[in-house]
């Protein structure tokens, strides 16, 4: 009887690590998931950008052509905005890459607390301004 009890704690040490690595597999996805949704966002905010950027190219090249007054306000204020947006993404992402290493570090045992200056450099950024 001895074989088959070490094949049975063989077999349940197996089954634990399996579920363990499930698990961590699992975390893992979700964390590149969220990465992916965010890089989608960061190339929908720089596509608007770039076309912001080239409708205001057209307008400064009609006015001068024709030389008439032109007004660029609401073109520099959507580019600011986009800009901020695409900053503030991009920041979003660098943040949740720290995150993602300190879940390793602490899945390996390597426990440490974020820092004041680490909590000082989140950005929260609501759905409702991702729309």
Same mark, same amino acid.
């Given at each position: ?15 634990? !690590? @399996? ?5 961590? #597999?699992?975390?893992?996805?979700? *964390? #590149? ?8 966002? /960061?190339?929908? !905010?720089?596509?608007? @950008?770039?076309?912001?950027?080239? *409708? ?10 024709? =030389?008439?007054? /032109? ?14 947006? @695409? ?7 660098? #943040?949740?890459?720290?995150?993602? !290493? ?15 200056? =680490? ?6 950024? *609501?759905?409702? =301004?991702?729309?």
């Amino acid at each position: 009887m001895s074989l088959l009890d070490d094949l049975k704690i063989n077999f349940e040490n197996l089954n634990r !690590q @399996l579920t363990e690595a499930k698990r961590v #597999i699992k975390l893992k996805s979700l *964390d #590149i998931k969220e990465t992916a949704s965010i890089r989608l966002e /960061i190339l929908k !905010q720089s596509r608007a @950008l770039d076309n912001l950027y080239k *409708d205001l190219g057209k307008r400064a090249y009609d006015a001068k052509k024709e =030389d008439a007054d /032109i007004l660029y306000g609401d073109y520099i204020e959507k580019i600011d905005e986009a800009t901020a947006r @695409l900053h503030a993404l991009e920041l979003s992402l660098k #943040i949740e890459n720290v995150d993602s !290493q300190r879940f390793d570090d602490a899945y390996s045992g390597n426990i440490s607390e974020p820092t004041k200056e =680490d909590r000082e450099n989140y950005i929260y950024i *609501d759905e409702k =301004d991702l729309k």
